[in-house]
């Protein structure tokens, strides 16, 4: 292993580390990407809001402001390609007082120059027409038809799936521990070390996400901070499908985006998330004051949400830099380049990101030969529940598996389950986030034992060694525990 | 047993755990001849199979039996009626006719897609448990914690642990069997916290499951954070006070592995809501005739689905009534529309049916809001029963014999529990 050299090692298996490593990949080069966790995308990408974001609110001044608008752009080609779940269902950003009304009007100014297309401004009986569920104190919204949404861990799998087929290297399981350089003169390798090995590349990107700055900092590459700013999010019952059918934002603030009302692409209605900085890089708790700053705005803004709604909440984390921007570059070492600090709209702008690191890499010396045989296209899972019901007919004629529904809640079929795990996953949580099964009402209430069997006889492992996301999160206990056994007993 | 799968069936069940099973056969009985129950799992029975433990029984077959025993003797007497029974299949959605005849569209591994038609129809999908996204528990998303019931399945049917050092959150029947259950294979149950200043189990359950083994139940006290970053490492728990909420200068941490929740269960109503069939807000099941049909003609309801019972016995009584009228209905029977609406009083949670026919005997079941002893149940006027005392956790069962309505005048018949003075 160590005598192979890499032209290039990405550090983190975000949404942003496997966009880059998916452009990498049109390329001949050798390249590793390695993950700290179980599965790709299970870090802030798992827990992102899944916006993509119009990009009208950001300046052209900034780094964002530039790669929002190019990356939101790029996602119907990709979407065509990649097959993850993706519609542009248009975004509001409404007000209350007359007071805001310039800055609305400035927003949409900023919006037009930016190049967001379709722009609209609608006023009150034109916003309670096309959202009759907001509460009825808003008296205008800026409509943005390029808003979407998407599910962000399907774009990851997606992304790192494609990439692997060009021939990028996935290592999971592989936290980088350290990095150390040789001198420039002795051909300029950096040694990316990992419990399971180290690495030899000419360049590293760091994509470590809310660990970037400690990743920096182990080449002495780190002049930011990260400081993750933890938003908790909560997930309602599909009984509120409907209640809006575009993405709801107030108006943005320098800080937030604000708490939104999202009705995510599989149609459940998703509220959050707060914003609230932590020092704590493993701090996805979700909290009684998360709840009730949320909910006592929510039902105001759209009355027909109940916090009695909830089946799930969760927190994930963004990766803000102590510059406010996205930080990308090279750095005062050969070879190393950040790609940290990619908050909102980093999930939108991760393909720009990945073109941009593409060129930086060109820049930097790294020679950038296409392939004349990338396969853009991965065949993308199937989905049952959005088959019509003569296709449905036919997937179960071909596969029996098809017939047998495994979570009820979602209507995931056993031979969606089958895919997911011939696509990567390990985990009941990738399992679930690949195909939906336990992702419902009963949230694995019913189905999670035989996902638990099915991920066992399909990877080949005991029951007891299936996790809900790897490292320490077993599930199961044999009834006899070897461990507390006393040796020899039972040998007559 | 599937050889007859082509035809139109007179009645349909969805469900084939106790529920299904007992309407199946009350539906052979009144005359249908053609019956099928349909049931996702590859063995009908239901959540019974998983209940190892005895305490089935005792008032439908005088005798106590395991939940595999109960579930066994209904598939076989089910088998017995020639009731087909359709295995690995799933009710995808139910269409009407214009005549009336229903449409029901089933995927089957064995058989694919298709759509049967038959003339009545009985929803038996049972209830889910409430999950921890329900009542929010904020802290951290680790491995460890799940419902009673998934812990039950991971133990009886595949012979694991969920973990070694339990709690328990909620002190539903479930849980508390389990407590019991996981001591016996060597956990450590650290203690049962329940929300109320009862318990939501049956009493008996209370005794032999947690008295009998040590196992403290603590009272108005909730869990207030979940820890551990992979799999649990711990929990805090606080007394509540007044409007249930935490008393955070008493909060503590527990070390645990595992916490079990057992916080109640939600009949499982989304086909039924896909069919528009009205439900009642407080039992989250189909409001009913007193022939269980819901606001769709033809369609009946029974067991869990239609409200939450303490007992299987009780599911069965319920069941068989269920399927005897949907097989009637099949046969082209109809009784004439309830006259007396039900309305629940003075703390009374619900009661099914939601309403009552002159010229009938009917079954009563009902809820209280809170316990209560001694005390009366008053029905309108007409009828009086004294009780040493009412709990929620326990069903209130009474039969209201056909004479005693024959004065009844009104159209509302009220019942209230009033307590009774010593």
Not at chain 1, 400 to 423: K, N, Q, S, Y
Not at chain 2, 51 to 57: E, K, M, Q, R, T
Not at chain 2, 198 to 210: A, F, M, P
Not at chain 2, 264 to 293: A, F, Y
Request: glycine share 12%.
């Amino acid at each position: 292993m160590g005598s192979e050299i890499y032209d290039v090692a990405i550090v983190g298996g975000g949404v942003i580390g496997c966009a880059i490593a998916r452009e990498l990949s049109r390329y001949d080069l050798k390249v590793v990407l390695l993950e700290r966790n179980a599965e790709v995308g299970f870090g802030t990408t798992k827990t992102n809001s899944g916006i993509i974001h119009p990009g009208h609110d950001t300046p052209m001044s900034t780094l964002k402001g530039r790669l929002v608008v190019k990356g939101n752009r790029m996602f119907d080609q990709l979407q065509k390609e990649l097959k993850f779940g993706f519609e542009r269902i248009g975004a509001i950003y409404w007000i209350r007082d007359e007071e805001d009304m310039p800055r609305l009007e400035a927003l949409m100014r900023l919006g037009i120059e930016k190049g967001v297309d379709g722009l609209e401004m609608w006023d009150q009986s034109r916003l309670s027409r096309e959202e009759p569920n907001l509460s009825h104190d808003l008296i205008a919204a800026l409509f943005a038809p390029s808003g979407g949404v998407i599910n962000p861990y399907e774009f990851a799998f997606a992304l790192i799936e494609c990439a692997e087929n060009n021939g990028v290297e996935l290592r999971v399981d592989s936290p980088v521990t350290s990095i150390d350089h040789d001198a420039v003169a002795d051909g300029g390798l950096l040694h990316v070390h990992t419990p399971g090995g180290t690495v030899d590349a000419r360049y590293v990107v760091n994509a470590a996400g809310v660990y970037a700055d400690v990743i920096a900092g182990m080449v002495g590459a780190d002049d930011f901070r990260i400081v993750p700013r933890k938003g908790e999010e909560f997930m309602l019952d599909k009984r509120l499908h409907g209640v809006v059918r575009r993405l709801v934002f107030p108006l943005p603030t320098g800080v937030t985006k604000g708490t939104l009302i999202i009705p995510t692409y599989d149609g459940t209605i998703m509220v959050g998330p707060t914003a609230h900085d932590t020092g704590d890089r493993e701090d996805v708790t979700t909290s009684v004051a998360g709840a009730n700053e949320i909910f006592s705005y929510v039902t105001k803004l759209c009355p027909s949400i109940h916090q009695s709604d909830v089946i799930t909440a969760f927190a994930g984390l963004r990766a803000v830099s102590s510059t406010g921007d996205f930080v990308i570059g090279p750095t005062k070492v050969k070879g190393f380049i950040n790609v940290a600090g990619i908050q909102s709209p980093g999930l939108t702008s991760a393909p720009a990101i990945g073109e941009y690191v593409r060129e930086i890499l060109g820049d930097e010396g790294l020679r950038l030969d296409e392939k004349s045989d990338f396969l853009a296209e991965i065949a993308g899972p199937p989905r049952f529940a959005k088959a019509l019901p003569r296709e449905q007919e036919k997937m179960v004629e071909a596969n029996p598996a098809f017939g047998r529904i495994v979570c009820r809640c979602e209507l995931v079929t056993e031979a969606e389950i089958h895919d997911a795990i011939d696509h990567g996953a390990r985990t009941v949580d990738g399992v679930k986030f690949r195909c939906r099964a336990g992702m419902g009402r009963c949230q694995g209430g019913f189905c999670t034992s035989r996902i638990i069997n099915i991920l066992s006889e399909r990877l080949g492992i005991p029951p007891e060694a299936v996790t809900k996301r790897g490292g320490g999160s077993w599930i199961m206990t044999p009834m006899s525990d070897p461990s507390r056994e006393v040796a020899g007993e039972g040998e007559v | 047993m599937l050889g007859r799968m082509e035809g139109p069936y007179d009645v349909m069940v969805v469900g084939g755990g106790p529920a299904g099973l007992a309407a199946a056969i009350g539906a052979r009985d009144a005359g249908a001849r053609r019956v099928l129950v349909i049931d996702r799992e590859a063995e009908a029975g239901g959540i019974l199979l998983q209940c190892i433990h005895s305490g089935f029984g005792l008032h439908y077959f005088k005798q106590e039996l395991t939940g595999p025993e109960y579930a066994e003797r209904f598939v076989t007497e089910a088998l017995d009626h020639e009731i087909d029974i359709l295995p690995n299949s799933y009710v995808s959605g139910i269409g009407l006719d214009s005549d009336g005849a229903k449409r029901v569209r089933i995927l089957s591994d064995h058989y694919g897609l298709q759509t049967k038609t038959c003339r009545s129809v009985v929803l038996a999908m049972g209830c889910r448990e409430r999950t921890r996204g329900a009542i929010r528990i904020p802290g951290t998303r680790p491995s460890g914690v799940l419902t009673a019931g998934l812990a039950q399945k991971f133990t009886n049917m595949m012979g694991y642990l969920p973990g070694r050092r339990v709690a328990i959150l909620g002190s539903g029947d479930i849980g508390l069997i389990m407590a019991r259950r996981l001591v016996l294979e060597g956990c450590e149950v650290v203690g049962v916290f329940e929300l109320m200043p009862y318990s939501n189990g049956l009493t008996r359950n209370v005794v032999q499951c947690l008295d009998d083994f040590g196992i403290p139940l603590h009272l108005s006290t909730t869990v207030t954070e979940i820890m551990g970053q992979d799999r649990l490492r711990g929990i805090k728990v606080a007394p509540v006070g007044p409007g249930f909420k935490p008393d955070m200068s008493k909060e503590h941490a527990i070390d645990c592995d595992t916490l079990l929740l057992s916080i109640g269960l939600i009949p499982e109503n989304e086909m039924s809501q896909s069919l528009g069939i009205q439900l009642d807000l407080t039992t989250r099941g189909p409001i009913v005739s007193s022939t269980l049909e819901t606001s769709l003609p033809g369609v009946f309801a029974c067991g869990n689905v239609l409200h939450v019972h303490d007992l299987v016995d009780f599911v069965t009584g319920e069941a068989l009534r269920a399927g005897r009228h949907a097989g009637e209905y099949a046969m082209g029977i109809r009784r004439a529309q309830d006259n007396i609406r039900l309305v629940p009083g003075d703390n009374v949670r619900y009661c099914v049916p939601h309403s009552l026919s002159t010229g009938h005997e009917h079954q009563i079941f009902m809820r209280c809001k809170e316990p209560m002893k001694p005390c009366e149940i008053i029905i309108g006027d007409i009828m009086r029963k004294k009780l040493s005392f009412v709990v929620p956790a326990e069903m209130i069962m009474f039969k209201i014999k056909p004479d005693a309505l024959d004065q009844f005048q009104g159209d509302t018949l009220r019942i209230d529990i009033r307590p009774l003075d010593r």
